[in-house]
């Protein structure tokens, strides 16, 4: 049974540039999560997404968007990157009933 | 102020020394989730709680909701127990959102 899993493991932008980052849910998880965790900080929630739609969202501008497929994988896109965009990029899934949050590895997106 | 504060920032302990990690929030809550992150980032829960205590191999994490914080305690800590600590809430009933605390670095030497 695979966890969630996130590609890529790690990336490098310049300024100005648009990223994609992808995320497939534990198997049998309908809802997915994205955070942002800056060096030495907690992780930041970013969005929510369940049913292909966005759900909940955090303080984060329009620059941060998402989209959740039917087989409820995930992208979280960010265009126009700055340099405080560098981060690592969480993605967490869950069943939509309840339970833990299982999360993934992270991608570590450099903006230089 | 933070939503959820966590203490200590920084613990370094001996091999074998009983740990204690604590963490208290403002906000009511429908659960609390203690997790566990390594260098390089992964993440791993360790446990959700909405209430009591749970156990689990040489961890053990308690909340009392009336106080507003919980604690994870670790027996017989191992040089591998080494990591960060982080404490993050589920506010509310609705979603899956998870505020985090800033995370309690643990260093164990041998």
């Known amino acids: 049974d695979a966890g969630v899993t996130q590609s890529p493991t790690h990336l490098i932008k310049t300024r100005g540039q648009q990223v994609t980052l992808r995320c497939s849910p534990k198997?049998?998880?309908?809802?997915v999560s994205w955070y942002q965790q800056a060096l030495g900080q907690g992780p930041q929630f970013i969005f929510q997404y369940y049913e292909e739609e966005e759900r909940q969202r955090g303080n984060f501008p329009d620059r941060f968007s998402g989209h959740q497929f039917p087989n409820y994988s995930s992208e979280l896109n960010v265009n126009a990157l700055l340099l405080g965009d560098s981060a690592l990029y969480l993605c967490a899934s869950r069943l939509a009933g309840g339970g833990e949050q299982y999360f993934g590895p992270g991608t570590r997106l450099t903006v230089t | 102020k933070n939503e959820v504060e966590q203490s200590p920032q920084n613990l370094t302990a001996q091999e074998g020394e009983f740990i204690t990690i604590n963490c208290s929030y403002s906000v009511g809550i429908s659960a609390l989730h203690w997790l566990q992150q390594h260098p390089g980032g992964g993440i791993v829960s360790l446990f959700m709680l909405s209430s009591g205590k749970k156990k689990h191999g040489r961890l053990i994490a308690t909340i009392n909701i009336q106080e507003k914080h919980s604690s994870l305690h670790i027996t017989a800590s191992h040089p591998r127990d080494s990591a960060v600590y982080i404490c993050a809430v589920r506010i509310g009933t609705s979603g899956s959102r998870l505020t985090f605390g800033e995370g309690t670095q643990l260093t164990v030497n041998p």
């Open positions: 198997s049998g998880h309908d809802t």
